[in-house]
């Protein structure tokens, strides 16, 4: 049986409550919008480059409180990083999220995203925490246009 | 109509007693009713007496579908183990006997509704392929550019897509009757957009996705009147309270077995026979042909016309067992205590000050939409779950409805003759304790 409090973890709830770096960047260099019909959530990522290196990302939107946090800890844990690190995250993210992902090594400084291997307990939730970072996935590509989780 | 009426006055949570009151006509109604033996009946149905997280289930997700009692599950196992064959088409005993058990069924379909006809009752896989099926044969025939079909803004996905792709293919127009705040049919709207133009007025009977009961009868009277075709979706209505297709003198009425405690894959389209007989068959195939030559092929008779291929045989013979296990307890006997059930639930529900109900019209079937301040939805659901309690939560596949209130989704309690004060309970300690993790 799982608890509700490895699902909810206090650091989710508290970025629930306050979510980090909500807005739009000035000057995007590449913006997308996600969607996720299952919920209704919509989310739009709008992110800032330097070079490879994404040098700031908002979002805006609204959505349950794993898709908010996960929006919101999605944008700090992505300042600073290439377009290459951004894609393999995402990929060990998933892992963490689809699979038994205690043994995934998210890498040094990842540690908060770590809060949501909870969620492979709730499959119903995966999709939740997913949305920010296909939307930012195409946001990357500069893939104008919609995603949606389906 | 129901035996369902009581009336809140919106935003008014003190005072519960002057909220609700009952129309008179409608108590006489509810004081003949046979009270429910609500521990027999949960008897019935085993699945209740499962748990969930190690918590009793509470099953609060009736609209989206009923679980089944043993005499259902029991005539589905019947036709497995004693007579399964295709039917109308074997000289064999089995397929005599499954042929049997099948048509029985359609005649207690006509019977449950007040059809004229059994040839008037067509099995189809639910309400979806029933409307899909009018909107494909019988709008695709009478339809041309300019002409209109009229929905509610509350109708499911189900009543509005087939439609809108009519629209597409023919050049005809969709018109929406809007609803008020507390999401009541707006009948002075619905007659503005009534004209010579209109075609088809398709309208759900009761609303999934917020309990509204629309007044059909007086809407299909209106219909006629400029000379239109009337489709009624009773999926939210069968199951509970008596329906009579002749008294709403619509032409056609639809409804899944899934959500009338039957299996999936079942569902039923009724139409007036003259109607049904002018139109050209949906789907070709097996059972729905007389003869079939390479020059010519002979369609068969009504209904069989409209039933190509194998049908749901067991899904459909477990439809006939549901209906027995309806008519048994009584259908009135159900609307009036899930009329009660609902007054007790929107009491309680409206005690929570941070809960605010999404449809509070004046005639409901047993469903309870409502919103938390600041949690969305399906963070609801989830800390609901591992509580035992299953609502939905979402769009309910109406996301007009949703856009009309300006809410992304609500969570949405549907109760029906096997729910208790205390699964309502349950649900007002969960939603408590849902404020409470996300203070
Ligand atoms: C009012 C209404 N109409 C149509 C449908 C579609 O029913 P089905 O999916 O069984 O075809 C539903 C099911 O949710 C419904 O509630």
């Known amino acids: 049986m799982s608890e509700l409090s490895d699902l909810y973890q206090e650091l989710i709830l508290d970025h629930n409550r306050s979510p980090r770096n909500r807005g739009k960047v000035e000057d995007a260099d590449g913006s997308a919008q996600g969607y996720n019909p299952l919920c209704g959530d919509q989310i739009s ?73 909870g969620v492979c307990q709730y499959p119903a939730r995966v999709k939740c925490a997913t949305l920010a970072w296909h939307t930012v996935k195409a946001a990357i590509e500069n893939e104008e246009g919609q995603v949606t989780t389906e | 109509m129901p035996t369902l009426r009581y009336f809140r006055r ?19 109604n509810q004081s ?78 006509a019977r449950l ?108 009277r209106l219909a006629h009147d400029v000379g239109a075709t009337v489709l009624i979706d009773g999926s939210q209505s069968v199951q509970h309270h008596p329906v009579d297709v002749r008294e709403i003198d619509c032409d056609f009425y639809v409804f899944s077995g899934h959500k009338m405690y039957a299996p999936s894959g079942v569902g039923v389209l009724y139409g007036k026979e003259a109607l049904l007989a002018s139109m050209p068959p949906y789907q070709g195939g097996g059972e729905m042909i007389k003869s079939v030559t390479f020059e010519q092929t002979i369609y068969n008779d009504l209904p069989h016309k409209f039933e190509a291929g194998t049908p749901n045989i067991e899904g459909t013979i477990g439809l006939g067992a549901a209906i027995a ?28 000050p941070e809960v605010r109900l999404i449809g509070t019209a004046k005639e409901k079937v047993s469903v309870i939409s409502f919103v938390v301040e600041g949690i969305h939805p399906h963070d609801i659901g989830t800390v609901l779950d591992q509580e035992g309690v299953a609502i939905r939560t979402g769009h309910h596949c109406a996301q007009p409805t949703m856009q009309r209130f300006n809410v992304p989704a609500t969570a949405r309690a549907s109760m029906c003759f096997y729910n208790t004060e205390a699964d309502i309970d349950q649900l007002v300690d969960a ?7 996300f203070a």
Not at chain 2, 81 to 86: R, V
């Open chain 2, 10 to 28: 919106p935003l008014l949570k003190q005072s519960l007693e002057s909220v609700f009151t009952v129309n008179p006509s409608q108590t006489v």
């Open chain 2, 431 to 437: 939603i408590q304790k849902t404020i409470k993790v």
């Open chain 2, 325 to 352: 296990y309806l008519q048994d307890i009584g259908l009135s006997n159900i609307a009036a205590y899930e009329a009660q059930l609902l007054k007790y639930a929107t009491e309680q529900l409206s005690k929570i």
């Open chain 2, 32 to 109: 003949d009713a046979k009270p429910l033996d609500v521990a027999r009946i949960r008897a019935d149905f085993p699945i209740l007496s499962r748990t969930v997280n190690g918590k009793p289930l509470v099953y609060l997700d009736n609209a989206a579908t009923t679980q089944k009692p043993k005499p259902v599950i029991a005539a589905v196992q019947h036709v497995y183990e004693s007579m399964n064959a295709n039917i109308h088409r074997g000289v064999h005993r089995l397929s005599v006997e499954t042929t049997a058990a099948y048509e029985k069924s359609r005649l207690q379909v």
């Open chain 1, 45 to 117: 990522v709008s992110l800032k480059m330097d070079g490879d290196r994404i040098e700031a990302v908002k979002f805006e939107g609204s959505g349950c409180a794993i898709s908010t946090a996960s929006a919101s800890l999605m944008t700090e844990a992505l300042k600073g990083k290439t377009r290459v690190e951004a894609t393999e995250l995402f990929e060990k993210f998933h892992r963490l999220l689809t699979e038994d992902g205690s043994g995934v090594k998210l890498g040094p400084g990842m540690g908060k995203l770590a809060v949501f291997s």
């Open chain 2, 113 to 220: 509704i007040n059809a004229a006809k059994e040839s008037e009752i067509v099995f189809v896989r639910g309400a979806t392929e029933g409307i899909n099926l009018v909107a494909q044969t019988f709008g695709r025939t009478h339809l041309v550019e300019g002409d209109e079909i009229i929905v509610s803004t509350l109708e499911h996905h189900a009543n509005i897509v087939p439609w809108q792709i009519l629209c597409e293919q023919t050049g005809a127009q969709l018109k929406v009757v809007p609803v008020d705040d507390d999401a009541n049919f707006l009948i002075d709207e619905y007659k503005k957009l009534l004209s010579e133009k209109t075609r088809i007025v398709a309208m759900l009977q009761s609303s999934n996705a917020l309990g509204t009961v629309i007044p059909v009868t007086e809407v299909t």
